[in-house]
């Protein structure tokens, strides 16, 4: 280890007390080779001047001589306090770890040096670069936190405190608090920060798979951008710079203005993206709720408009402005909308779809506008499109609107009918006390759905599918395809088709990716044949704004609406000492009699695969357990903890006539800290109901997670290392497939 006190500044001062070091004023430690640590140095060069306020000693070093500590060749300078003109750098193989720059205090990492684990405060600096003629590769700075007033530098082409940079620097994995700043100048490059403050790439810049959550990336001419994911406020601004892989979830925005090029553009629900003149944009999904907006002269290449979401919201939204350039296959989903903003909307107008060319003409012939569109899937038609009148400014609006699980056959006077054929007037065949009763139409609805696919194959949307013979001889007499919650009539009651389904000859299907569905409305509440089946007309509950209708309504739409208990024509019964026995008896009978197709049942497991994780994504996993208590160790600096595990549902484990969907993980009982010697009790989680992640409190003393469940541990002492004990009472066991869902909302119960 050296030491150099004769700085060029007044003062140059190295002081060692105490086995820690204060390097002062123009000063230079020089920490060289491995096994030479300096810990807890204190490194300043301005001294007790205005701007200090006597918080770090020192005297006159200022910007141009600033106090400096090197570590070199394996040496670390650890834990360092850096304010006014002082720099910690690691290079050449050395390391800066920890520690905290504030007030024009600095770490640098250059010339194959490292900084790890520093904490950047207002006004204080990290830089990753290389000096120009000291060999070694680029300076890499690793996990830094820079707080609100903060900045960072990489890369090279800028001189600071007259030493000058030029080379490669890399910033990886860093937190940037709001109204920090990130600057990636030339060859600078970011892997895998999260940011929330700002982060500008300039010319031979270049951004890796960033976060931004109200942070937001400005990518000027020459810098590139991929990978990142932009969220909750978060922003991504291209201005002559090159993106690709950019994903916008719920509350992200994406920008790209003249020169700015784009390839792969994912726009989620809930995000917007727009493209300026001269922006060019190629091989872009728009998901359902998502809306891109395509600027006068902006040109998109191959994009993809996703249809509805499962929950029935709107489908995927590109808007063309005068003069916006449609190049290469706009492929539409079901419901997706094209909204043609040069096109004013008018009667009579009608679309023409042949050979993926959409063409939009007036009353009297004349194109409108025309287009290389694509239907999703495959084989639309021009009565697959209609057009709307843009309320917001009267311009036109392509819709995409194919249905399909039509053909449901009811019985009326006239015989067997198409539900989607029936009218208001038409009667109907009920059954009222084991006899034949024509009821009237009053009122049909239609309602589309489409899958989303990821969940549980109920809460996805996919219908279930009654095979021929399921039910009875010849009942359904063809497979009756239904909505899970629609009831079927069994033993004098209703019972939702969902608490029937056995994989085999009631089942989920998954062929189906989008659907209209109907409902037919009697004069009174009713129970029909359909394709032979016994089940429900239609209860207004309140949701039939929900539908849409092409005929007259009869009875007012905004009378009462009516309930299960006091309007039904049989009893809605969904206990599990009801529905079971009907379940077993049709799984009895499709394995007597080879109906369907006998499916392998779910792979299961008891592990439940039980972990912290902090917020940089760390895992911890448990060190050991002592009965039912799970013990972690968790390291200083981790905070926002959560509790991680496999997920499942009662109804998946036991059967779907358990009526059961909650999403559960673990059963939480007690919580203890061990920390500095002592010993504290947790109950927040069983008290507040603000926590993410928990489901409801049981017997006031036990509490179920839902797979990501935040720990309520805001006074524990970040800077220390403390143990932590959580007792699981009850888990598991859980579907396999649960893995690839697990950690975003739960699963269930033990054994029951």
Same mark, same amino acid.
């Given at each position: 280890m050296a030491i150099?006190?004769?700085?060029?500044?007044?003062?140059?001062?190295?002081?060692?007390?105490?086995?820690?070091?204060?390097?002062?004023?123009g000063a230079t430690l020089v920490v060289q080779n491995g096994g030479f640590v300096v810990s807890g140095a204190v490194v300043s060069g301005f001294g007790n001047g205005p701007n200090n306020s006597g918080a770090i000693p020192g005297q006159s070093g200022g910007t141009n001589y600033p106090a400096l500590i090197i570590a070199s060749a394996g040496g670390i300078a650890s834990g360092s306090t850096v304010g006014f003109g002082g720099v910690v750098m690691?290079?050449?193989?050395?390391?800066?770890?920890?520690?905290?720059?504030?007030?024009? %205090? &600095? /770490?640098? #990492?250059?010339? +194959?040096?490292?900084?790890? !684990?520093?904490? *950047? $405060?207002?006004?204080?600096?990290?830089? @990753?670069s290389m000096v120009s003629g000291s060999g070694g590769g680029a300076g890499v700075v690793i996990d830094t936190h820079v707080q609100a007033g903060g900045y960072a530098l990489a890369g090279g082409g800028f001189t600071i405190k007259g030493q000058a940079f030029a080379g490669s620097g890399v910033v990886s994995k860093g937190t940037f608090d709001i109204g920090s700043t990130e600057i990636l100048a030339s060859a600078g490059t970011d892997i895998g920060s999260i940011v929330g403050g700002t982060q500008l790439v300039s010319s031979a810049g270049v951004a890796i798979s960033s976060i931004f959550s109200a942070g937001t990336q400005i990518v000027g001419a020459g810098g590139?951008?991929?990978?990142?994911?932009?969220?909750?406020?978060?922003?991504?601004?291209?201005?002559?710079?090159?993106?690709?892989?950019?994903?916008?979830?719920?509350? %992200? &925005? /994406?920008? #790209?203005?003249? +020169?700015?090029?784009?390839? !792969?553009?994912? *726009? $989620?629900?809930?995000?917007?993206?727009? @493209?300026?003149?001269?922006?060019?944009?190629?091989?872009?999904?728009?998901s359902g709720g998502g809306t891109l907006t395509l600027g006068s002269g902006a040109t998109l290449i191959n994009a993809t408009v996703s249809g509805v979401t499962s929950s029935g919201g709107a489908g995927g939204l590109l808007v063309l402005q005068s003069g916006a350039v449609l190049s290469g296959i706009t492929s539409m989903g079901f419901k997706s909308r094209l909204d043609i903003d040069s096109v004013q909307y008018v009667s009579g107008a009608k679309t023409t779809y042949s050979g993926n060319t959409l063409t939009i003409t007036d009353a009297n012939g004349n194109v409108l506008w025309t287009g290389s569109v694509a239907s999703i899937p495959a084989g639309g038609t021009s009565k697959d499109f209609h057009i709307e009148r843009d309320a917001a400014d009267g311009s036109l609006i392509v819709v995409y609107d194919k249905c399909f699980l039509k053909g449901t056959m009811i019985r009326t006077e006239q015989g067997e009918q198409l539900v989607e054929d029936l009218t208001v007037?038409?009667?109907?065949?009920?059954?009222?006390?084991?006899?034949?009763?024509?009821?009237?139409?009053?009122?049909?609805?239609?309602?589309?759905?489409?899958?989303?696919?990821?969940?549980?194959?109920?809460?996805?949307?996919?219908?279930?599918?009654?095979?021929?013979?399921?039910?009875?001889?010849?009942?359904?007499?063809?497979?009756?395809?239904?909505?899970?919650?629609?009831?079927?009539?069994?033993?004098?009651?209703?019972?939702?088709?969902?608490?029937?389904?056995?994989?085999?000859?009631?089942?989920?299907?998954?062929t189906l990716a989008h659907f209209d569905y109907y409902h037919i409305e009697t004069d009174e509440h009713s129970v029909l044949w359909s394709d032979g089946a016994m089940s429900e007309s239609y209860l207004d509950t309140g949701d039939r704004s929900a539908f849409s209708q092409d005929g007259p309504v009869v009875r007012l739409l905004n009378a009462p609406a009516?309930?299960?208990?006091?309007?039904?024509?049989?009893?809605?019964?969904?206990?599990?000492?009801?529905?079971?026995?009907?379940?077993?008896?049709?799984?009895?009978?499709a394995a007597t009699l080879s109906i369907g197709v006998e499916r392998p049942d779910v792979e299961m497991t008891d592990d439940a695969n039980l972990r912290l994780v902090d917020h940089q994504g760390r895992e911890i996993r448990p060190l050991r357990t002592v009965k039912q208590a799970y013990i972690f160790m968790i390291p200083a600096g981790a905070r926002g903890l959560h509790l991680l595990s496999r997920v499942a549902r009662p109804l998946d484990v036991v059967g779907p006539f358990l009526d059961d969907r909650r999403h559960l993980g673990v059963l939480v009982g007690e919580i203890q800290i061990w920390e500095a010697g002592q010993t504290h009790q947790i109950d927040d989680h069983l008290e507040s109901?603000?926590?993410?992640?928990?489901?409801?409190?049981?017997?006031?003393?036990?509490r179920w997670t839902t797979g990501c469940a935040e720990l309520p541990l805001s006074d524990l002492d970040s800077d220390a290392i403390a143990m932590i004990s959580i007792e699981i009472l009850a888990g598991g066991p859980y579907p396999i497939a649960s893995d690839a869902v697990e950690g975003n909302q739960g699963a269930m119960p033990s054994r029951m």
């Open positions: 150099t006190s004769t700085g060029s500044a007044s003062g140059a001062t190295i002081i060692s007390s105490g086995g820690k070091y204060s390097v002062l004023s690691g290079a050449n193989g050395g390391t800066a770890a920890g520690g905290t720059a504030i007030d024009s %205090g &600095s /770490f640098a #990492a250059v010339n +194959g040096g490292f900084v790890s !684990g520093a904490t *950047v $405060g207002s006004n204080g600096g990290v830089l @990753a590139w951008t991929s990978g990142a994911t932009a969220y909750a406020g978060g922003r991504i601004e291209v201005s002559g710079g090159w993106a690709t892989n950019i994903v916008l979830n719920s509350g %992200g &925005s /994406f920008r #790209a203005t003249a +020169g700015a090029q784009l390839t !792969g553009l994912q *726009v $989620g629900a809930a995000a917007a993206a727009s @493209a300026e003149a001269a922006s060019i944009l190629s091989n872009v999904v728009i007037g038409d009667r109907v065949v009920a059954c009222v006390d084991g006899k034949e009763v024509l009821r009237e139409v009053i009122w049909v609805g239609r309602r589309t759905a489409t899958v989303r696919p990821g969940p549980h194959d109920d809460e996805a949307g996919y219908p279930v599918r009654i095979v021929r013979g399921a039910l009875g001889d010849n009942v359904p007499y063809k497979d009756l395809l239904v909505t899970p919650e629609h009831a079927l009539f069994l033993n004098d009651a209703f019972v939702p088709a969902r608490m029937l389904v056995n994989g085999r000859s009631i089942y989920y299907d998954r009516r309930t299960w208990e006091h309007d039904a024509a049989a009893p809605l019964r969904v206990e599990r000492s009801f529905v079971e026995p009907i379940f077993e008896t049709l799984s009895q009978r109901a603000s926590l993410s992640g928990w489901s409801s409190v049981e017997d006031g003393r036990r």
